[in-house]
């Protein structure tokens, strides 16, 4: 959990709060897209995070790719969406609530191994033919936009 999110909650306790992630729908070659099993969850989903304050979407989705997968983002980044609504409220085990407004981005173009660490299981890449059965279901509406080949940003 980064400050800032320490700090409100003291503030707020386990109100709702609203936070920006940014996430990454990366491909390879082989038009297969990295899924990231959260140690924390035991879902898939994509790799990414909370955007700290001060950090432009950019900075947040490499930092945030870097330290969950081991890979660093090279340009271009293009936007796949963006995404908000209902589908973003979670309510945690501890109580914790939060509205998370999503920004996701599609990456071609990253080197370096991937690599599991403390937050990542494990690390995978998938066909849209092979989802896993437990995909985070904050997650699911960017996946199955993927799945279902959407070219142009979405935003919702």
């Known amino acids: 959990m980064n400050d800032y999110i320490k700090t409100m909650r003291s503030l707020i306790g386990q109100e709702t709060l609203i936070t920006v992630g940014c996430g990454a729908m990366i491909e390879d070659t082989a038009g297969r897209i990295l899924l990231q099993r959260k140690r924390d969850l035991g879902t898939w989903g994509l790799p990414g995070g909370l955007m700290e304050i001060g950090e432009t979407f950019e900075e947040t989705v490499k930092r945030e790719i870097l330290e969950e997968t081991n890979l660093i983002i090279l340009q271009p980044l293009r936007l796949f969406g963006i995404y908000s609504g209902k589908d973003g409220f979670a309510q945690y085990a501890n109580g914790d609530k939060v509205f998370s407004i999503q920004i996701i981005f599609h990456v071609t173009a990253y ?31 960017f996946i199955m936009d993927w799945v279902n080949g959407m070219q142009t940003p979405v935003i919702r």
């Open 111 to 141: 080197k370096g191994n991937i690599q599991a660490n403390e937050e990542s299981a494990q690390l995978q890449f998938v066909h849209k033919t092979e989802l896993p059965a437990n995909i985070n279901p904050h997650q699911a509406p």
